[in-house]
């Protein structure tokens, strides 16, 4: 899905965030493990703040597996709770309840020395648009949960999905916008595929990528597609263009059709696993 930010929905994003932020106790944050500063909204740190925090880093299989330790590491540094999760399979969804638990610790014994016992927590998913917020509520609730529906004078209009005696989640989605006015943002979140690029930059793109590719995973590109080492980008692409014959009518190299070919390659995880940025570099 695509979505295209204007100041007014991001006003009206940001409304239904503090809205709903009244009603629960718990945001999960998800953020795709493969650039997860690039797909983190800007403001979701003030808008959950005083609000217990779990991140999510999904979409964990077609990132690198020693930075998705990295990136754990440095957002439990941050205090966060996190965890690897593939929504799509399921793995790393079954320590979420538990985690919910931990996280909200304080809560849960503030509620019992009221007296109020087996108040389940009220949790929201959040997060930027294709990060998997949908694909992770179906998993997580899967098929055994039940629409608690509206409760009167409490949650007006609200529907809730009980996942267990101890957690209900709110069923719909904050959908927050990216930091799109940062360029290298931008690009990264143009790689992964969250925003289309226009059809022009389809090999500006993969230029990118391509040296990305040569800083940081040397010879990948050169394995996968079966052909010689090329420090020249252009150089490269066109060597990708001759063996998978992405071919012009007029017999010459097709440059955009390969291009698409290797970003599609990229999205897939059939380059690899691939983590485009490092906490490294956000901290400077
Ligand atoms: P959203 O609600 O945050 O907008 O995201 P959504 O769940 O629609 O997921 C966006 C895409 O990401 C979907 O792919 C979904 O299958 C994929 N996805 C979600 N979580 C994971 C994950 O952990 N690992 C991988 N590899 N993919 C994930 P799609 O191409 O739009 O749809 P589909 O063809 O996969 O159904």
Redesign the pocket.
């Known amino acids: ?1 695509h979505f295209q930010w204007y100041p007014g929905h991001m006003t009206k994003a940001k409304r239904m965030m503090s809205e709903n932020i009244k009603l629960i106790d718990l945001v999960i944050e ?1 953020v795709d493990a493969r650039i997860p500063l690039s797909s983190r909204n800007p403001d979701i740190d003030k808008l959950a703040q005083n609000k217990s925090r779990i991140i999510l880093l ?5 990132a690198d597996d020693s930075k998705n330790k990295e990136w754990k590491n440095y957002f439990e540094h941050k205090d966060f709770f996190v965890e690897l ?5 399921g793995q790393g969804i079954k320590a979420i309840s538990s985690m919910i638990q931990r996280a909200c610790k304080e809560k849960i014994e503030r509620d019992r020395s009221r007296g109020i016992l087996n108040r389940p927590v009220r949790a929201m998913i959040a ?1 930027i ?8 509520i179906n998993s997580f609730a899967g098929r055994a949960c039940t629409k608690t529906g509206n409760k009167p004078g409490v949650t007006k209009g609200k529907q809730w999905i009980r996942i267990n005696k101890q957690v209900e989640l709110l069923d719909t ?1 904050g ?1 927050l916008w990216p930091r799109f006015e940062d360029q290298i943002v931008g690009l990264r979140l143009a790689l992964i595929g969250s925003i289309k690029a226009e059809l022009l930059q389809h090999i500006d793109l993969c230029l990118e990528f391509i040296q990305f590719m040569n800083d940081h995973y040397e010879g990948l590109l050169e394995r996968t597609y079966g052909v010689p080492s090329e420090k020249d980008t252009v150089g490269m692409l066109t060597a990708v263009a001759e063996v998978r014959h992405c071919k012009k009518t007029g017999g010459e190299p097709d440059l955009d059709k390969a291009a698409i070919l290797i970003l599609d390659d990229y999205r897939d ?1 059939k380059i690899g696993k691939i983590t485009l940025e490092t906490p490294s570099a956000a901290d400077e």
């Open positions: 899905m998800l999904n979409k964990y299989d077609l999760v593939n929504s799509k399979s997060g648009p294709n990060v998997g917020k949908s694909t992770f989605p959908i995880g």
